[in-house]
Structure formats: C-alpha cells, structure tokens
C-alpha cells in the first residue's frame, strides 16, 4: 500500500472511531421492541468520503403509493422472517439499493421514531464502504445521493415548520434543502428522515446547531427518549378521549 493510501486509511479509521464510541454510547439496543405498535426499520447509512462522514439517502419512486418522491433512508417495514430491527433495516436495504448485509458495519439502534401510519420506526445506524455503488429498485427508489452528515447541523438551506401530530404532539418540522453537485439536483429533506439525521449528527458531533431544536443538548439521550415518550403518550391519551 501506497504511503498515501495508508495514511488515507488510518484517517478514515479514526474519523469511523469517534463516531463509533458516540454512537454506542446511544444505543438503545431493544428497549423499544416490545412497544405494541407496528413496525418497521430504516437503515442510516454512513461512509467516510474525503475525510468527511457522509450519509446515504435515496428518493422515493413515483410509482409508490406512500409518500411517492419524498427523501427517505433506505428501509420499510417489519415481516415475519425479521428476527429484530436490524434484521428489517438490512433487508430492506438489499432490497432498494442493492447493499449486501454484510458489506454494513452495524453499530447502534437509535431512539424510534413514529410516522403518519403510526408505525414505531427504529433507525439503525451502520458503516458502509466509500466505494458502495448503489443499485437502485426503480419499483421503489429513483435516486440515490450522499449529504455531508455535518450539513443537519450547519446547513446552508434550511427552514423550520411547527408541526401537530394527529394525536396533538407539538413538535417542530426540520426541513433542510441540499444543492448535490454531483448530481446536479437539490434534495428536500423533512419529516421523519430530517428528524433522524439531525439526530445522528447531534449525536456524533456534539455541538449545537446553528438552528434552535427540541433537545436539551446537554442530556441529549434522556431528552430524545422524552420527546419520543411524550409523542408515544399522546397515541394513547387520543385513544382514552376517543373512547
Ligand atoms: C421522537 C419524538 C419526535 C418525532 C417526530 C418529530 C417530527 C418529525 C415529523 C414526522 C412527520 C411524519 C411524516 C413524515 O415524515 S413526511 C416527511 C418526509 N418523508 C419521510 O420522512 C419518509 C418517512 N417514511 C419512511 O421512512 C418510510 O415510509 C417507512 C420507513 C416509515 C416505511 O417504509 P416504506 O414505506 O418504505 O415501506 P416498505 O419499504 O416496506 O414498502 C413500501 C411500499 O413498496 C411496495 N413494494 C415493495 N417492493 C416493491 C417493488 N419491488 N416494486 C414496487 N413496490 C414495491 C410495498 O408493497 C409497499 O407498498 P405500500 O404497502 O406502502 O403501498
Ligand atoms: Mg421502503
């Protein structure tokens, strides 16, 4: 190997180091799993690419009957053959983008998510190759793109919505716009994908971003696992009212 080769790979090394020890520092492992709420799993896929972490997300095919275009992670929902989330997120992934299970580097479960169709939503957060070549499912995914992960903490183009669960949790909407220069097109990331990088970010940085958000950022574990308890809770009180 080549002195330059070696010493691109050290820093690659350690730069995928830091963020590792953050990373399980956060892990929730299966401390949500038994939430009785559907599931399904997305996979937050991140790469080290001129010494910069970088994360992978796609677009949604028109073709889909939920949120057709949207900026999505590769992922979808739980089946039968799952053993856990990881399972779910890694099939997933094979399935829309082609990426071998075991070509990803899992490291941690994130703090769940919920969405529109109250599905409990686990990201899973593993390393992949620099060199990953994307083989999109055209029936589900028509682009693939990498973002800077520091841009969901310094974004260049971004905005910020009050946002109301059905069930009455306030919240607020991130939604970040990104100008891919290789590709030549700009990507719309909000909702739930926006909400899951900017948390990885925050968790892998640990510095404040240059927007206000709903953490305290000194206790960002137990305040993330607040937020999602209070979002969960408010499922239940709409169900007690409704009753
Ligand atoms: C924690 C506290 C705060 C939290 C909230 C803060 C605010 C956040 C704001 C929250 C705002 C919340 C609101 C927002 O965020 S809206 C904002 C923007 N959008 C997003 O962020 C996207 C969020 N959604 C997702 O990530 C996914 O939908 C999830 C992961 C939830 C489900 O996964 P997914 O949807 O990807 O499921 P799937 O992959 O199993 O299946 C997809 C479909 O594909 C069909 N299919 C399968 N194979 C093929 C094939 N070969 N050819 C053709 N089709 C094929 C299959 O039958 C299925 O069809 P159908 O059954 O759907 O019709
Ligand atoms: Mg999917």
Known sequence: MAVAEREGEQERNSIKERARLRLRECD???????????????????????????????????????????????????????????????REA????????????????????????????????????????????PGEVSHVFVVPLEYFVKPLNYKTLPYKTSSGY???????????DEHKMSFKIWGLTAHFALFLALVIFGKRPTFEVDYDLDNLISSSENNFMNLYASLYERKKSNL
């Open 28 to 90: 929730v492992g299966d401390k949500f799993s038994s939430l009785p709420l559907p599931k399904a799993s997305v996979l937050l896929p991140l790469m080290v690419r001129a010494g910069k972490l970088h994360l992978l997300l796609t677009v949604r095919s028109m073709q889909l009957r939920r949120s057709p275009g949207e900026v999505c992670f590769p992922g979808g929902k739980s089946e039968a053959i799952d053993k856990d989330e990881i399972d779910t997120a890694l």
């Open 94 to 137: 094979k399935e829309e983008v082609g990426l071998q299970p075991e070509n990803v580097e899992v490291v941690c479960r994130l703090v769940p998510g919920i969405d529109k169709m109250n599905h409990l939503v686990t990201p899973v957060v593993g390393f992949i190759e620099d060199t990953f070549q994307a083989i999109p499912n």
């Open 170 to 180: 306030s919240s607020r909407m991130h939604c970040f716009t990104y100008d891919d």
